[in-house]
């Protein structure tokens, strides 16, 4: 049973556009969320992350969105550039948290084109 | 800068041989991972270990074991390779209390 979802298993986006990759999770116990960009032939690398108590956590170009009532988390990214073609997976922590315990979605293949 | 070293790129290994990936983290980290990644799959957690000589299943242990004698080292067994373990496996390791991980760069295991 995937308690964490990515339903699109892939997204083209024109250079300069805005770059929308979405999550939906099923445990209403999750409290922390993070999204992890993957290069090939690379391991995965943290790009922002998000605690329940919020609905929105901005660093740059990246901006992530909680909807707790929808079970949904968004990631934005503004405006897309070609390096940002990557695979993109979000991840929900699992109670305890000394444990740092994630829980992974399927990933999504972002391609910006210029 | 985290350091997350995993002891091989690629590998190619027989149905049947007992396989040993090796991770090594160079932050102090208390826990430790392992995945496997798949297509269409995401990453699937195989183990982890919060402390030395701790280990906790993950959502697909079967076929594998691990080990962590000291700290900085956290090492993946395949007891009896076997085709349907040929994957990407991704070594990461954490802060306690800290939910973000650090990876590293993976190993292509190819078993035939």
């Known amino acids: 049973d995937q308690q964490v979802k990515q339903n699109s298993p892939s997204l083209s986006v024109q250079e300069g556009r805005i770059s929308i990759l979405n999550c939906d999770y099923t445990n209403s116990m999750f409290d922390y969320f993070l999204w992890y960009k993957k290069y090939p032939a690379e391991g995965p690398t943290f790009l922002i992350s998000?605690?329940?108590?919020?609905d929105k956590n901005e660093d740059g170009r990246f901006t992530v969105f909680l909807n707790k009532s929808a079970k949904h988390l968004s990631l934005h990214i503004v405006p897309s550039q070609p390096g940002d073609s990557a695979v993109y997976f979000c991840a929900a922590s699992v109670p305890p948290s000394n444990t740092g315990k994630l829980i992974f979605g399927q990933g999504t293949t972002l391609q910006v084109k210029p | 800068d985290v350091k997350v070293t995993q002891s091989s790129r690629y590998l190619v290994k027989r149905t049947g041989e007992k396989v040993f990936l090796e991770c090594v983290q160079d932050m102090d980290h208390e826990n430790m991972f392992w995945y496997r990644q798949d297509p269409g799959l995401g990453l699937r957690l195989i183990y982890f270990s919060y402390d030395v000589k701790m280990k906790e299943k993950g959502d697909i242990p079967e076929g594998y074991s691990v080990s962590r004698e000291k700290k900085e080292r956290f090492s993946l067994i395949l007891e009896s390779a076997s085709t349907n373990q040929t994957s990407m496996y991704l070594c990461?390791?954490?802060?306690?209390?800290?939910?973000?991980?650090?990876f590293g760069p993976g190993t292509r295991l190819l078993v035939l």
């Open positions: 998000i605690s329940s108590i919020k």
């Open positions: 990461a390791s954490g802060h306690a209390e800290s939910e973000t991980q650090y």
